[in-house]
T-cell receptor, first 113, second 115 residues
Framework: GNSVTQMEGPVTLSEEAFLTINCTYTATGYPSLFWYVQYPGEGLQLLLKATKADDKGSNKGFEATYRKETTSFHLEKGSVQVSDSAVYFCALTNAGNNRKLIWGLGTSLAVNP | DAGITQSPRHKVTETGTPVTLRCHQTENHRYMYWYRQDPGHGLRLIHYSYGVKDTDKGEVSDGYSVSRSKTEDFLLTLESATSSQTSVYFC??????????????FGPGTRLLVL
């Protein structure tokens, strides 16, 4: 079946450090892949997405590339800010699944000044 | 912003009482979802709807029912609330945009405390 595995947190970084949050998936066919972000006390916001292999999603300085050969969609940012402190969720959706999302458990990021 | 509102935003209730949460959307989306979010479990799907009066169970549906009598409203009912249903509840819609595919957008959430 479909599944998503994210690296466990919490991840703690200093401001301006490089960020990688790993996400790997198991799915049949050609899923779409997503990163959502949840800031403290708020709901989930779509951060970026990719719908086919080799696509790169990007937003707010974050990037992730859909790697079918390694079944991965790792989230990266070159220089994190304190305001990036949040929980990040990787997810996928597959055709014929009533558009349901399969979620990772989330990775908490804390950025210190 | 996908025009999703949830009400109430906060609720405190007692064990054994029924509770109804409302999700309202303004953009005529066909697909709607109810999730709960708990520490260590991420997001878990409770029920979803793929049209008016068309609903189906998610992975944690026991103790919950839903109704969708019109496109814009998706109601989640806890038939007899228990302390294990203390959680944050999120509603979502799915939007489809051609080659961009399908994307879920979320409401602001409802914090429910069952005493």
């Amino acid at each position: 079946g479909n599944s998503v595995t994210q690296m466990e947190g919490p991840v703690t970084l200093s401001e301006e450090a490089f960020l990688t949050i790993n996400c790997t998936y198991t799915a049949t066919g050609y899923p779409s892949l997503f990163w959502y972000v949840q800031y403290p006390g708020e709901g989930l916001q779509l951060l970026l997405k990719a719908t086919k292999a080799d696509d790169k999603g990007s937003n707010k300085g974050f990037e992730a590339t859909y790697r079918k050969e390694t079944t991965s969609f790792h989230l990266e940012k070159g220089s994190v800010q304190v305001s990036d402190s949040a929980v990040y969720f990787c997810a996928l959706t597959n055709a014929g699944n009533n558009r349901k999302l399969i979620w990772g458990l989330g990775t908490s990021l804390a950025v210190n000044p | 912003d996908a025009g999703i509102t949830q009400s109430p935003r906060h609720k405190v209730t007692e064990t054994g009482t029924p509770v109804t949460l409302r999700c309202h959307q303004t953009e005529n989306h066909r697909y709607m979802y109810w999730y709960r979010q708990d520490p260590g479990h991420g997001l878990r799907l409770i029920h979803y709807s793929y049209g008016v009066k068309d609903t189906d169970k998610g992975e944690v549906s026991d103790g919950y029912s839903v109704s969708r009598s019109k496109t814009e409203d998706f109601l989640l009912t806890l038939e007899s609330a228990t302390s294990s249903q203390t959680s944050v509840y999120f509603c979502a819609i799915s939007e489809s945009k051609g080659l961009a595919g399908e994307t879920q957008y979320f409401g602001p959430g409802t914090r429910l405390l069952v005493l």
